[in-house]
């Protein structure tokens, strides 16, 4: 809601809609990504973030595969970009966090990330 709101007031919405689809489903990726980049900042000052809840692997689940590197590159270019290079960052510590997990859980990978 909130890209779709932002996108609005910049006079782009439909634009970016063309581009890149479902503007609440974009924003609902950027928004874990944002809880990624977040998640020890957010849980010292018990804000929310769904990373704290119990279906914590599957929004990093569907971070890595709803911003691949290539969805990535096709949604907003190539160019090493803040946006880019905050995606691949979370994609990274996603990964770190997911393969954390499958520690925890004695080696089993949580589904097929």
């Known amino acids: 809601m909130a890209l779709r709101f932002i996108l609005k007031m910049m006079g782009c919405e439909k ?3 063309a ?6 489903e974009l924003g609902r990726l950027l928004q874990i990504v944002d809880d990624v980049l977040d998640y020890e ?3 010292v000052a ?8 119990a279906d914590r692997d599957v929004y990093l689940g569907q971070l890595l595969e709803g911003l ?5 590159y096709r949604l907003f270019g190539r160019a090493r970009s803040v946006l880019v290079l905050a995606i691949a960052h979370a994609r990274k510590k996603a990964t770190q966090l997911l393969a954390q997990t499958s520690m925890d859980q004695g080696g089993k990978f949580p589904r097929n990330y």
């Open 15 to 17: 634009q970016r809609e």
């Open 19 to 24: 581009t890149w689809g479902d503007l609440d």
């Open 41 to 43: 900042d957010d849980a």
């Open 46 to 53: 018990s804000e929310q973030n769904c990373l704290s809840t």
């Open 68 to 72: 691949s590197n290539e969805e990535t």
